[in-house]
């Protein structure tokens, strides 16, 4: 089994930046692939991106490839979300997910959940 704690979560001003990190521990070797998540409220959980674990690659929706960014330290078995120029529109719980999958660009078939952190965007 995998454990996943996020954190970095916060409220900022419109046009500001946050910083999230998701770190694992267990098995992580059995989960290849670490994706963020958001839900905001009233909404369905939306697919915001993954980082490979294995080889060095990451990608982010197209709605958002241009304000976020998802690296990872493998050394400290740490996946983060850099999230630029933030808008009200990007408030939402974000949280981290791990699968067996190797493949980080489809949002299916997630296993391992964290609890997630709370992003406020304010204008």
């Known amino acids: 089994q995998v454990q996943l704690v996020e954190s970095g979560g916060g409220v900022v001003q419109a046009g500001g930046s946050l910083r999230l990190s998701c770190v694992a521990s267990g098995r992580t070797s059995s989960t290849p692939t670490l994706g963020w998540f958001r839900q905001a409220p009233g909404k369905e959980r939306e697919f915001v991106g993954a980082v490979s674990w294995i080889v060095d690659s990451s990608y982010v929706v197209e709605s958002m490839k241009d304000r976020f960014t998802i690296s990872r330290d493998k050394a400290k078995t740490t996946v983060t979300l850099q999230m630029n120029s933030l808008i009200p529109e990007d408030t939402a719980v974000y949280s981290c997910?791990?699968?067996?999958?190797?493949?980080?660009?489809?949002?299916?078939?997630?296993?391992?959940w964290g609890q997630g952190t709370q992003v406020t965007v304010s204008s």
């Open positions: 997910a791990a699968k067996s999958s190797r493949n980080f660009i489809i949002s299916e078939d997630y296993e391992y």
